[in-house]
């Protein structure tokens, strides 16, 4: 397609932008929210493109969105020139005050609801400037989406190795031991990763990196049980251990964060504190916003030990 002058349109930045971020999430949902608008206008968007560039860039079917190779080659593309727009945008906004206009901060379930009600006020108060823009993920797609540029950094629990992903360790989330005030655990001042054997351990779903951390650690305790019934949420798995269904291992950010509020639980730490999981900051490798994370990441380290 041309102009009158002979010059070809162009696609829109947002087009591009569409393109990738339905590339790095494979659903048309999960694209749309990624980049604050609607299914159908990200799906007119792309269909624009495709009306554009004269090619079927995207496959849809019941079972969700697949780029065509066509599709694959542009959102690559796309994904270099977005990535050129940003650093030209943050190369100029970084000659005035850092965290000033959009920023898109995202954190998985088993830290955002307990480390996000304290730092975006204190955020907020420290840049007034700032327009912070959360979304709570999975591990996996918040990586995919600061791939795809849809996301500028994110919360997560480390160690986690991606390619193409820088991060820094902000603090170490310690793991308490839950269980039911009935229970013979609960009558211990410390508790054992031995003390764990034959126990009912109550366990997050698949696709959770907690539950990974947590199996980590059952595995210090020989003959310990895996429960067969997986929770979505660290509330869930404290009212089922305050239940008596089976014990559980809460970090303290949860703990201390509400998860366990309104169970009647008891907790204990272990007599050697065993570190879950370090609570990190993940970014782009290329990002050119490395000030930026370093304000962030230095505003974490003091919420989470305000004596320090």
Partial sequence: MSTASGRPVLPTLRQLQFLAALRAQASFSRAADSVGVTQPTLSAGIKELEALLGTVLVERGRVGAVLTSAGQDVAQR?????GEMEELVHAVRGRGAPLMGPFRLGAIPTIA????????????????????????????????ALRARTLDAALIAL???????????LFDDEFLLATAPDHALARREHVEPDDLAGEEILLLEDGHCLRDHALAMCARAPNRQGSEMGATSLTTLAHMAAGGIGVTLLPRLALEGGAAAGADLVTRSFRTPVIGRSI?????????LHREMALIADLVKRLANPAG
Avoid at 78 to 82: C, I, N, Q, S
Avoid at 114 to 130: D, E, F, G, I, N
Avoid at 159 to 169: D, F
């Fill in 159 to 169: 160690p986690y190795a991606a390619a193409g992903i820088e991060n820094v360790a």
């Fill in 113 to 144: 609801p307990y480390l996000l009600p304290r730092l975006v006020p204190a955020l907020r108060r420290a840049y007034p400037s700032l327009r912070l823009f959360l979304r709570e993920d999975l591990t996996a797609r918040l990586i995919d």
């Fill in 78 to 82: 796309a994904a270099r020139v977005l």
């Fill in 280 to 288: 990190g900051l993940a970014w782009r490798a290329k990002s050119p």
